[in-house]
């Protein structure tokens, strides 16, 4: 079965700063899919950025990039420029690039501050 | 493109009486459409997955019985908490995602899940 791993529970960053946010997985794929969702306090779950396992190019989403290892399983996620609308819980998740039901499978998620 | 909405956003009822909690896509076919349950500062628990025109698919763990899933149409699914109790307090959340092509997929991306806003259940 495929495991998330976010390390770190909590993130600061001042505003106009730059953060990353780390996410490691366990997979014995070689196609899957890899997303960044953000949970505001609203609790609305909003897509950040996704990224297709083949594609050797690091997906990038305005001031959100990631650093996608293949090798190493290792997916973070880039936030530049920090702004106080992007304080909110982040979680990484991953699903199969096969079948029609195919399940997210998220992460225990990182709760990002952003301070003046 | 891509909105999901869910109905109630908060719903307060008796321990004892079923609440039904309805999640919709509103500019594209579900093709499958999936239920979670949020703890307080916790991630997202998968429920349950349901399939347009086949009976819902449950996690392990998840009573069937208890939580009916109903994907009525392919713009609609039901989650109906039956017999509530206070430990079914909890955030409950959808998402969609659609595998028709064209209008039908209304500017979606057909691997990537949608979320609706969530439903707050408190049990009393």
């Known amino acids: 079965a495929q495991t998330v791993t976010q390390s770190q529970p909590e993130m600061s960053v001042q505003e106009a700063e730059t953060v990353t946010l780390s996410c490691t997985y366990d997979?014995?794929?070689?196609?899957?899919?890899l997303f960044w969702y953000k949970q505001p306090p609203s609790r609305q779950m909003i897509l950040v950025i996704r990224q297709e396992a083949y594609k050797q190019q690091n997906a990038t989403e305005n001031r959100f990039s990631v650093n996608f290892q293949k090798a190493a399983k290792s997916f973070s996620l880039k936030i530049s420029d920090s702004q106080l609308g992007d304080a909110a819980m982040y979680f990484c998740a991953y699903r199969t690039f096969t079948g029609t039901a195919s399940k997210l499978t998220f992460g225990t998620g990182t709760r990002l501050q952003v301070t003046l | 493109g891509a909105v999901v909405s869910q109905h109630p956003s908060w719903v307060i009822c008796k321990s004892g009486t079923s609440v039904k909690i309805e999640c919709r896509s509103l500019?594209?076919?579900?093709?499958?459409m999936f239920w979670y349950r949020q703890f307080p500062k916790q991630s997202l628990m998968l429920m349950a997955t349901s399939n347009e025109g086949s009976k819902a698919t449950y996690e392990q763990g998840v009573e069937k019985d208890k939580f009916l899933i109903n994907h009525a149409s392919l713009t609609l699914s039901t989650l109906t908490v039956t017999s509530a109790h206070p430990e079914d307090s909890s955030f409950y959340i959808c998402?969609?995602?659609?595998?028709?092509?064209?209008?039908?997929?209304?500017?979606?991306?057909?691997?990537?899940?949608?979320f609706g806003p969530g439903t707050r259940l408190t049990v009393l």
């Open positions: 500019d594209f076919q579900a093709t499958t």
């Open positions: 998402s969609a995602i659609t595998y028709r092509t064209g209008i039908l997929a209304g500017g979606t991306s057909t691997d990537t899940q949608y």
């Open positions: 997979t014995s794929e070689s196609d899957y899919y």
